[in-house]
C-alpha cells in the first residue's frame, strides 16, 4: 500500500519512500488518464449503496470533459475510513442543462460544470 505524508517542514507531499510528488491540483501523481479535454463522456448509470459522490440526476447522462484537476484520493472509500488510494482522476465535465432536464426552459446555451472521478466517467459517442 502506498502512503502519502507531508514533509516534515514543507508544504510538499511524499509518497512512498519520499519521492516528491508532482501534480498541478493535487498531491498525487496523476495516473495516465483516460480521457482528455474535449471528449465526450458518459456517466455510468448504476445503483449505489452507501456514500456516493455522483448526482444521481447526471446517472446515464452525456457530457464533455471540461478539464482534469489532478488525482485526489476516493472520497468514496475515504467516507468508509479506508485510505482512499490509488489517488483517481477528478475531472470537470460540462454538461448541457437542456440535455439534464426535460422540462428546461432556459437559455440553450446554459451549462453546468460538475467535478467526476473517473470510475464514474464511460466514454461516449
Given at each position: 500500500?502506498?502512503?502519502?505524508?507531508?514533509g516534515?517542514?514543507?508544504?510538499e507531499?511524499?509518497?512512498?519512500?519520499?519521492n516528491?510528488?508532482?501534480?498541478?491540483?493535487?498531491?498525487?501523481?496523476?495516473?495516465?488518464?483516460?480521457?482528455?479535454?474535449?471528449?465526450?463522456?458518459?456517466?455510468?448509470?448504476?445503483?449505489?449503496?452507501?456514500?456516493?459522490?455522483?448526482?444521481?440526476?447526471?446517472?446515464?447522462?452525456?457530457?464533455?470533459?471540461?478539464?482534469?484537476?489532478?488525482?485526489?484520493?476516493?472520497?468514496?472509500?475515504?467516507?468508509?475510513?479506508?485510505?482512499?488510494?490509488?489517488?483517481?482522476?477528478?475531472?470537470?465535465?460540462?454538461?448541457?442543462?437542456?440535455?439534464?432536464?426535460?422540462?428546461?426552459?432556459?437559455?440553450?446555451?446554459?451549462?453546468?460544470?460538475?467535478?467526476?472521478y473517473?470510475?464514474w466517467?464511460?466514454?461516449?459517442?
Amino acid at each position: 500500500m502506498v502512503k502519502a505524508k507531508r514533509g516534515a517542514w514543507s508544504g510538499e507531499w511524499r509518497v512512498g519512500r519520499g519521492n516528491p510528488v508532482r501534480g498541478p491540483h493535487s498531491p498525487f501523481p496523476i495516473p495516465r488518464s483516460r480521457f482528455i479535454k474535449g471528449d465526450a463522456v458518459r456517466i455510468a448509470d448504476r445503483a449505489v449503496l452507501g456514500h456516493c459522490r455522483t448526482p444521481w440526476y447526471l446517472r446515464g447522462k452525456r457530457g464533455v470533459v471540461a478539464a482534469i484537476h489532478g488525482a485526489f484520493r476516493n472520497p468514496e472509500a475515504l467516507a468508509y475510513h479506508k485510505p482512499g488510494l490509488p489517488a483517481l482522476p477528478l475531472y470537470k465535465v460540462r454538461f448541457r442543462q437542456r440535455d439534464l432536464w426535460d422540462r428546461y426552459t432556459g437559455p440553450s446555451g446554459d451549462e453546468l460544470e460538475v467535478d467526476i472521478y473517473e470510475h464514474w466517467l464511460e466514454r461516449s459517442e
